[in-house]
């Protein structure tokens, strides 16, 4: 099956399934009335229906709408993360650094897929002069709690994250003009993860699994949602490089992952005293409570294709 087709193919599915879950809502809201659960469930089918119009219309122009896409995500989460560290005046520098300079070279990196660079950019050369900038200011006042704030801000909400639209640069033999393919797996996978963890939870969740980090998280939960999303990677595997058992373990290792994520940025959350990263989604909070699996899922996955299925 060509190209083309295949992306047409999965575009519509993606919108079957959402009108489907905009139905479901429209009756459970008829039928139960209008409870905090069913609320939430609207919320979140509406704003993933403007996600996916603002992916459509990224995977429509190609690598420099996707590029786009993920560069002014990663700049959104980096502000979302930032606002919520120890800063100082005196840490302007680094913060404007982060900004101007690591950002856009990293996406620069994926634009020219220097793949050597790349890899490398953020977590050497940053890591490294981004303490150097601070420093020169002579502010030693909470200094390893601000700039790792910062480090660790660049590498989840830039470095990580560019693993997506990098994915378009693999060179896999058999799948050209496919690899838009390989980023909406991904993305399907991890996110349906996520409402599936949702949903079995709210159906059967009863054992927590952080309660001081993340209440809505059960047992329950986990597994019925990685293993659906297990399920529906494989179910994907025609779009894939992948055969149906490759597809099941990659969507069982990038869900798990993703969950890690989620519990990670939970606990960041918590110890900032907040809820959510941003208020920017309706009823998905910021744009990095959107991306939390994803970024510890993306890097993972790009490596696994990259050593095990590229030339």
């Known amino acids: 099956m060509a190209a083309a087709d295949q992306i047409r193919i999965l575009f519509i599915s993606v919108l079957c399934?959402?009108?489907?879950?905009?139905?479901?809502?429209?009756?459970?809201m008829r039928w139960k009335g209008s409870s905090p659960a069913i609320a939430n469930f609207n919320n979140r089918t509406n704003a993933w229906?403007?996600?996916?119009?603002?992916?459509?219309?990224?995977?429509?122009?190609?690598?420099?709408?996707?590029?786009?896409?993920?560069?002014?995500?990663?700049?959104?989460?980096?502000?979302?993360?930032?606002?919520?560290?120890?800063n100082r005046r005196s840490d302007s520098l680094a913060l404007a650094a982060a900004f101007v300079v690591f950002l856009p070279v990293q996406y620069y990196l994926v634009?020219?897929?220097?793949?050597?660079?790349?890899?490398i950019f953020i977590p050497i050369y940053g890591f490294l002069l981004l303490?150097?900038?601070?420093?020169?200011?002579?502010?030693?006042?909470?200094f390893m709690s601000r700039i790792a704030g910062l480090q660790w801000g660049l590498m989840i909400c830039?470095?990580?994250?560019?693993?997506?639209?990098?994915?378009?640069?693999?060179?896999?033999?058999?799948?050209?003009?496919?690899?838009?393919?390989?980023?909406?797996?991904?993305?399907l996978v991890v996110q349906s993860s996520d409402v599936m963890q949702y949903v079995w939870g709210k159906l059967l969740g009863r054992h927590k699994i952080a309660p001081s980090l993340s209440p809505s998280k059960t047992i329950e939960g986990l597994l019925g949602g990685v293993g659906s999303a297990t399920l529906i990677g494989a179910l994907l595997w025609r779009f894939t490089p992948f055969s149906l058992m490759q597809a099941?373990?990659?969507?069982?290792?990038?869900?798990f992952m993703g969950f890690l994520g989620g519990l990670v940025m939970s606990a960041i959350k918590r110890d900032r005293g907040v809820k959510d990263w941003g208020y920017i989604i309706k009823g998905h909070g910021g744009v990095l409570d959107r991306l939390d699996s994803i970024v510890f899922a993306a890097p993972i996955y790009f490596h696994i294709i990259r050593y095990w299925w590229t030339v």
Not at 17 to 28: D, N, R
Not at 111 to 119: A, N, P, R
Not at 134 to 141: P, S
């Open 17 to 28: 399934a959402l009108i489907v879950a905009s139905g479901l809502g429209l009756v459970l």
């Open 111 to 119: 634009w020219i897929e220097w793949y050597g660079l790349f890899s």
């Open 158 to 187: 830039v470095f990580c994250l560019s693993h997506v639209p990098v994915l378009s640069a693999l060179a896999i033999p058999g799948y050209e003009g496919r690899n838009i393919l390989l980023i909406a797996f991904l993305i």
């Open 248 to 255: 099941a373990m990659i969507s069982f290792i990038i869900t």
């Open 49 to 86: 229906w403007v996600m996916v119009l603002i992916l459509s219309i990224a995977f429509a122009l190609g690598k420099p709408g996707v590029i786009l896409l993920f560069a002014s995500l990663s700049g959104v989460a980096l502000y979302e993360f930032l606002i919520l560290t120890e």
């Open 131 to 142: 303490p150097f900038v601070a420093v020169v200011r002579g502010d030693t006042t909470q």
